[in-house]
């Protein structure tokens, strides 16, 4: 299942809301997807490297990504090419071009990179720009910041040569039209057309790096910002231990730090598919958790390639590329009632 008809099924409560606007771009399943479709696994490899792992079914993101690998790129230049494949999506609508907008109408991007010696760039209320996750790199690389905001952002990547370009297609701007119609704004993220590409890659040498980018919660409140860009949140990577990067309502991993805790509970020696699940477990179990009405995933992979993925809700998927095999892989979950 796709994450636009995951966002669609996984939701438990306001369904009197108006929900057809925000699911613009549902595309059903075709048979050749279901073939990619793997049954949810315990975590674990015994493949070999290179590896590359994503967040939700992006094939054509991870078949770039390996490509970089096989041809001797390092982790760092894997995720970031392959980050800019869903970027470039315009049918996406929910990573750069083409991306739902905020309640203004504005689109606006997130994004974040961690390389092998734990250096880390980020953006954050990015506009006209659509390689954010390059943006993110050249902070890191040129810069002695982690993180530029804004106009700020902007103005540093058209002075790296980047291009400013509209990023409200018509067919984005026709759906936060019709949202505008009632303007029933309620942040919860099963109702929300939105989502994020994460991605993970160890390359030939055994290293390790991440990135994260976004367009946030559609019709957001303008200035919102979720975990995809906060280092630690919404991505993380300990070069000796492994790496992890999240999805779902930004609010909750932040709330958790969930990407850092995944990698100290490997380091502490859970298996990544266990750490994923004591990462979940955090948030489910807190006083009051509201987790029924949204979703958060995980995935993870730690120093020897195992990997791991998990979710409070269903549907959930990762994309995993290994061995000559790029398929995508339905998550456990905990809300099985």
């Known amino acids: 299942m796709k994450r636009r008809n995951f966002i669609k099924n996984a939701s438990l409560t306001g369904v009197g809301l108006a929900v057809g606007n925000t699911l613009i771009g549902c595309v059903e399943k075709t048979s050749e997807d279901?073939?990619?479709?793997?049954?949810?696994?315990?975590?674990?490899?015994?493949?070999?490297?290179?590896?590359?792992?994503?967040?939700?079914?992006?094939?054509?993101?991870?078949?770039?990504?390996?490509?970089?690998?096989?041809?001797?790129?390092?982790?760092?230049?894997?995720?970031?090419?392959?980050?800019?494949?869903?970027?470039?999506n315009e049918k996406g609508q929910s990573v750069g071009k083409g991306g739902l907008p905020d309640r203004d109408g504005n689109v606006t991007l997130d994004a974040c990179i961690m390389d092998k010696h734990g250096n880390c760039g980020s953006v954050v209320y990015l506009k006209d720009i659509t390689h954010a996750v390059s943006v993110a790199r050249k902070v890191m690389e040129d810069t002695p910041h982690v993180m530029l905001a804004g106009e700020g952002a902007k103005q540093f990547a058209l002075s790296k040569g980047f291009e400013a370009e509209d990023l409200l297609t018509d067919a984005s701007k026709k759906a936060w039209e019709e949202w505008k119609v009632k303007s029933e704004y309620k942040p919860i993220i099963n109702i929300e057309n939105h989502d994020t590409i994460g991605m993970l890659a160890i390359d030939k040498n055994g290293d390790i790096s991440g990135a994260c980018t976004t367009s946030g919660?559609?019709?957001?409140?303008?200035?919102?910002?979720?975990?995809?860009?906060?280092?630690?949140?919404?991505?993380?990577?300990?070069?000796?231990?492994?790496?992890?990067?999240?999805?779902?309502?930004?609010?909750?991993?932040v709330k958790t730090v969930g990407s850092f805790l995944v990698v100290e509970l490997m380091r502490q020696g859970k298996s990544p598919q266990e750490a994923c699940e004591e990462a979940i477990s955090r948030i489910v179990n807190k006083p009051n958790s509201n987790y029924k009405n949204f979703q958060v995933g995980y995935i993870a992979v730690n120093k020897k390639g195992e990997t791991g993925s998990y979710s409070i809700h269903q549907w959930f998927s990762m994309t995993k590329f290994q061995d000559g095999v790029n398929e995508q892989i339905q998550s456990d979950y905990f809300n099985k009632a």
């Open 217 to 253: 919660l559609a019709y957001k409140l303008g200035g919102r910002v979720g975990d995809s860009p906060i280092i630690g949140s919404g991505l993380f990577v300990d070069n000796e231990i492994g790496a992890c990067v999240a999805t779902g309502l930004g609010e909750e991993v």
């Open 34 to 88: 279901k073939k990619t479709v793997a049954p949810a696994t315990t975590d674990g490899s015994n493949g070999s490297l290179p590896l590359v792992i994503a967040t939700w079914h992006v094939i054509d993101a991870t078949a770039k990504a390996m490509e970089v690998l096989e041809a001797g790129g390092t982790a760092l230049d894997a995720v970031e090419q392959g980050c800019r494949v869903e970027e470039a």
